[in-house]
C-alpha cells in the first residue's frame, strides 16, 4: 500500500505540473509568474513581502513579477485605504474570469469523488496535504540553501548533493517524530534548532 500511495502522489504531481504547464502557455507567462498568479489567488489579496515568503522569490524578483504580470492585465496593485504605505496585490476581473473558465469545471467533477469518502477520510486526506505542502516547503528551501553554479562539476554537485541529503535526514527524523506525536505542521521542530 505505501509503495503504491508514493506512486499515486508522484502521478498525481505530474500531471498537476502538466496542466499547469499548459495553463501558464495558455496565459502566456513563465511557470513562477504563473505560480505566484496561483499564491495571490489563493490568498485573495497579499502583499510583496507575503508573496515573496511564500513564492520564494526575492522581493526584488516579486516586484518585476508583478510589473509584467499588471501589464498582462493578470494583477494589480492597489493602495491600502487606512495607511497608504501598504500595497496590496490581488487580481483582476479578467483573472477572475480565466479561472472560472479554466478550472469551473472541477465544481461538476469533485462532488461526486468527495461522496465516495467519510468525512473522517477527507479529514485524513486534508491532513496528508498540509503536511506534505510543509515537508516539500522545506525541502525546497534545504535545496536552495544546496545550489551550485550552473557550471559546477559533477564532483561539486555531488558534494553538494550529500550535504543536502544530510540536512534532509535531519529534517526527516524531526519531523517524523512530531508526526508520530500528532503534531501539525504549524506544530513542527525547526530542524535548524533541533540539531
Not at 18 to 30: A, I, K, R, S
Not at 92 to 109: C, E, I, K, S, W
Not at 149 to 164: G, I, L, Y
Request: glycine share 6%.
Amino acid at each position: 500500500m505505501r509503495n503504491r500511495l508514493i506512486k499515486a502522489v508522484r502521478a498525481n504531481q505530474n500531471a498537476d505540473d502538466l496542466f499547469d504547464e499548459c495553463v501558464v502557455d495558455f496565459l502566456g507567462v513563465n511557470r513562477s509568474d504563473g505560480r505566484c498568479l496561483d499564491i495571490v489567488d489563493r490568498l485573495g489579496r497579499t502583499t510583496a513581502g507575503r508573496l515573496a515568503a511564500e513564492s520564494g522569490l526575492t522581493t526584488g524578483a516579486v516586484t518585476a513579477l508583478v510589473d509584467r504580470m499588471e501589464q498582462a492585465g493578470y494583477l494589480q496593485r492597489t493602495r491600502d485605504t487606512e495607511d497608504r504605505r501598504r500595497v496590496w496585490i490581488e487580481v483582476t476581473d479578467r483573472t477572475r474570469q480565466l479561472n472560472q473558465r479554466l478550472f469551473g469545471h472541477l465544481a461538476f467533477m469533485l462532488p461526486p469523488l468527495f461522496e465516495r469518502f467519510t468525512p473522517e477520510q477527507i479529514e485524513g486526506i486534508v491532513q496528508f496535504l498540509e503536511v506534505s505542502t510543509w515537508i516539500n516547503r522545506q525541502r525546497a528551501a534545504l535545496l536552495q540553501d544546496h545550489l551550485v553554479a550552473s557550471n559546477a562539476t559533477p564532483d561539486e554537485r555531488a558534494e553538494q548533493a550529500d550535504a543536502f541529503a544530510k540536512a534532509a535526514e535531519d529534517l526527516a527524523h524531526c519531523v517524523g517524530d512530531q508526526i508520530r506525536g500528532g503534531k501539525l505542521p504549524e506544530d513542527f521542530c525547526d530542524p535548524a534548532k533541533e540539531i
